[in-house]
């Protein structure tokens, strides 16, 4: 073979530890704070909501490395390592000299990154004795994996999926159904956050936000049940980071090492995932240049376009306040098809990498990203999410630049999911039902003015 097109690791080769981000960081995250009193919140705090050993890990700004349990291990060899690979096809029809590789994460049982840290929270509730966990979902990726993982360790799941994704992406619900959650559309009558919603504004499509509200709700109301969050949070990319230690090991097996880095972003899930554990090598200075793309919706520019402030992580105002690049809490996203990015506001981590410069977001229409999307799909032969299309057509930007620059970069994204359940998605891109959204100056400034502690 003249060019090995996959990058795989044994089982052996593993990573046995995630890699947080937080210990090493120049400038650390702010504390997230008790919206009442404005006091730094202590995992005790927190446990109220997530079970004990995810609140410690939120807060952990001392350890850069935490093991992984090994039954969570055993969990993740089911399917892991995800290949690395190159995207030799893609290349040659950008027409580009740049090395394009990306981390399929889409080979996975359920299609997506998101068990990489459902596992991990799963276990932790059941070794903490809980019976129940409940979450938000947007295009469902999320739920699916939670309700899987809640599964293998025997809790019952309840899952709030945003209403309007919910009828974009009918299988979705039924998938989570399959492994046994009860799914209902947010926001929905069974809770108080969901009925003073709907009274509000009856025909609301729902957000993250109104549904994050919805389980956040449900945990604290429900004796033996805690929330588990598929995004955001510091304790969630902790447990993304296995895809970037994998894949620090894989482009040493291809003997390149990456110039910059790209995924799409919602919360921040996938993008630290990959991006942290290669970050700490621009802390230490032996690979300074990197860059760090974040690939965020036109029609939800958090990261561009809003503001580092303390806000509510939900609609309701059941979370703590987080300093965090926001849009507002009560920002209503556009109805666009790729429902894991219409979240207003960014993770805490990196929120502070962008303010310190590590990293930038850049924006993307959703004409461009379906676009980039099919031209994947036809030279690689995988249908990604309409999420990863996101990442996929900013790395198409980067190549393009490159070629107009004479440079040859090595370009490395992360495959967050595959887009097989999304058809109907693609199926109003091809028919030509699909707009693009950008969301006015006025509109965003309108929700920011709700802000509930500004950051001076």
């Known amino acids: 073979m003249k060019h090995q097109k996959k990058f795989l690791l044994s089982e052996q080769d593993l990573p046995t530890q995630w890699y947080n981000i937080q210990a090493e960081m120049p400038n650390k995250p702010m504390p997230p704070l008790n919206p009442k009193t404005h006091e730094p919140l202590t995992a005790g705090d927190l446990s109220h909501i997530f079970n004990m050993e995810c609140s410690k890990q939120e807060l952990d700004q001392t350890h850069p490395w935490i093991d992984i349990p090994d039954e969570v291990q055993e969990k993740y060899a089911y399917y892991r390592s995800t290949p690395l690979v190159r995207a030799y096809a893609f290349e040659q029809a950008l027409g580009t000299r740049a090395h394009i590789y990306f981390k399929n994460e889409s080979t996975n049982p359920l299609g997506s990154h998101k068990i990489n840290s459902a596992l991990p929270q799963c276990y932790y509730c059941k070794q903490e004795g809980d019976t129940n966990v409940t979450t938000e979902t947007g295009a469902g990726q999320w739920g699916a994996a939670l309700a899987y993982a809640a599964k293998l360790y025997g809790l019952e799941a309840a899952v709030y999926q945003v209403k309007i994704t919910m009828q974009q992406k009918p299988y979705r619900s039924y998938l989570m159904r399959t492994f046994g959650a009860a799914v209902q559309g947010s926001p929905s009558m069974s809770t108080r956050a969901g009925k003073d919603i709907i009274t509000r504004e009856p025909n609301h499509p729902g957000s993250l936000g109104t549904a994050i509200s919805e389980a956040i709700e449900l945990a604290t109301t429900t004796p033996g049940c805690k929330y588990a969050l598929g995004s955001v949070l510091?304790?969630?990319?902790?447990?993304?980071?296995?895809?970037?230690?994998?894949?620090?090991?894989?482009?040493?097996?291809?003997?390149?090492?990456?110039?910059?880095?790209?995924?799409?972003?919602?919360?921040?899930?996938?993008?630290?995932?990959?991006?942290?554990?290669?970050?700490?090598?621009?802390?230490?200075?032996?690979?300074?240049?990197?860059?760090?793309?974040?690939?965020?919706?036109?029609?939800?520019?958090?990261?561009?376009?809003?503001?580092?402030?303390?806000?509510?992580?939900?609609?309701?105002?059941?979370?703590?306040?987080?300093?965090?690049?926001?849009?507002?809490?009560?920002?209503?996203?556009?109805?666009?098809?790729?429902?894991?990015?219409?979240?207003?506001?960014?993770?805490?981590?990196?929120?502070?990498?962008?303010?310190?410069?590590?990293?930038?977001?850049?924006?993307?229409?959703?004409?461009?990203?379906?676009?980039?999307?099919?031209?994947?799909?036809?030279?690689?032969?995988?249908?990604?999410?309409?999420?990863?299309?996101?990442?996929?057509?900013?790395?198409?930007?980067?190549?393009?630049?490159?070629?107009?620059?004479?440079?040859?970069?090595?370009?490395?994204?992360?495959?967050?999911?595959?887009?097989?359940?999304?058809?109907?998605?693609?199926?109003?891109?091809?028919?030509?039902?699909?707009?693009?959204?950008?969301?006015?100056?006025?509109?965003?400034?309108?929700?920011?003015?709700?802000?509930?502690?500004?950051?001076?």
């Open 234 to 456: 510091n304790h969630v990319a902790l447990h993304q980071t296995i895809i970037g230690l994998e894949a620090e090991k894989q482009m040493a097996m291809a003997g390149e090492y990456p110039d910059k880095i790209i995924a799409c972003f919602g919360g921040g899930s996938n993008f630290g995932g990959i991006a942290f554990p290669f970050m700490r090598h621009v802390f230490d200075g032996t690979h300074k240049d990197t860059e760090f793309i974040a690939a965020e919706p036109e029609s939800c520019p958090k990261l561009t376009r809003g503001k580092f402030e303390y806000d509510f992580g939900d609609e309701a105002g059941y979370t703590p306040l987080l300093p965090m690049y926001t849009l507002g809490h009560d920002f209503k996203p556009a109805n666009i098809h790729a429902g894991g990015l219409r979240y207003h506001g960014a993770g805490v981590i990196i929120s502070q990498l962008v303010k310190d410069g590590y990293m930038r977001g850049v924006d993307i229409p959703q004409l461009d990203s379906f676009k980039a999307g099919i031209l994947f799909a036809q030279t690689e032969g995988i249908v990604p999410a309409p999420e990863s299309c996101h990442a996929i057509a900013a790395t198409i930007r980067e190549a393009q630049l490159a070629n107009e620059e004479g440079k040859a970069p090595v370009i490395l994204f992360n495959l967050s999911g595959h887009g097989l359940i999304d058809m109907p998605s693609y199926m109003s891109y091809i028919d030509g039902d699909l707009v693009n959204y950008r969301v006015s100056d006025a509109e965003i400034e309108k929700n920011l003015e709700e802000i509930p502690l500004k950051i001076d």
